[in-house]
């Protein structure tokens, strides 16, 4: 069905006020298709839309939403266009590239993170509705087939999902540069001392967890987390391995001395059996 040659949505329109569900159904199908041109029409009648929507014995409801999103969208009310996405669950196609979809993925991220942030970051009592949560299950799953993992790393970040933060590092073709990417924007954007922490810690997990495990930039996360002893006993376990870990031993030794407060170490001094420079004053 094509809009071509067609002036006016009228005639589909009409077909609302039928009483028979099929000619309703066959309604709807249409204005789906063009919706896009005949919007301005359409709004006149989207309140007939809404009651077919809210109808549970209609069985084309999620249709009814999709098509009252879209006109939502074109009106600029988008919290109402994500309103009525969420109701259209599966019809919502994320995979199709449009100023729609895009608009309403965005939307429903926005909430998403908003809402996130007021569960874990503030402990707020709040219940994140299902259906906004698959949205964005399912733009992580686009991001990761369309192999877009920086941006899942920043939703996930932004979101508080540390399960798909740790998917998208671990799913894409060079872990080693997305580990970096992710601990970049941790240290560079996440204000919040909590959240960074908890990404840092995440880190660190993959980071130990690499087929070569990659105590440089592990390191780098226990200083942001403070945590002197757990350097002290990497650089002791490396001291005893081989004299190949020796650079990695000196560039260790160089990022405590160029991003760590004196008091961090003076503490790895300590823990390695290194005088500091207080023990050396007389």
């Not at 006149?44 to 009651?51: L, Y």
């Not at 995979?95 to 970051?121: F, G, H, M, P």
Request: glycine share 2%; with cysteine; hydrophobic share 40%.
């Amino acid at each position: 069905y094509s809009s071509a040659g067609i002036t006016s949505a009228s005639g589909v329109i009409s077909l609302l006020d039928e009483p028979q569900m099929e000619l309703k159904v066959f309604a709807l199908n249409k204005l789906n298709l063009i919706v896009h041109e005949f919007w301005a029409e359409i709004s006149d009648v989207v309140d007939k839309i809404e009651i077919l929507y809210e109808d549970e014995t209609f069985e084309e409801r999620e249709l009814s939403a999709l098509v009252a999103s879209k006109v939502y969208y074109h009106l600029g009310a988008y919290d109402e266009a994500l309103h009525y996405a969420l109701g259209a669950t599966a019809l919502l196609d994320l995979n199709i590239s449009s100023e729609y979809v895009d608009t309403v993925v965005a939307r429903a991220i926005d909430q998403y993170v908003d809402q996130r942030i007021k569960l874990c970051d503030e402990a707020a009592d709040i219940t994140i509705d299902s259906r906004l949560e698959c949205i964005v299950e399912r733009m992580f799953q686009r991001c990761f087939d369309d192999a877009k993992y920086k941006q899942a790393v920043g939703i996930a970040l932004e979101s508080r999902r540390y399960d798909m933060l740790e998917s998208a590092i671990m799913k894409s073709d060079d872990i080693q540069s997305m580990l970096s990417y992710a601990l970049g924007i941790a240290m560079t954007l996440l204000q919040k001392r909590t959240v960074r922490n908890t990404v840092l810690q995440v880190l660190v997990r993959l980071y130990t967890n690499l087929s070569q495990p990659d105590y440089t930039n592990m390191c780098q996360c226990y200083i942001y987390l403070n945590e002197p002893q757990t350097v002290v006993n990497i650089l002791n376990k490396l001291i005893c391995a081989s004299e190949e870990e020796l650079l990695m031993v000196f560039q260790i030794c160089f990022d405590v001395y160029e991003s760590a407060t004196q008091h961090f170490i003076d503490e790895v001094m300590e823990g390695l059996g290194i005088k500091t420079k207080k023990e050396e004053e007389p």
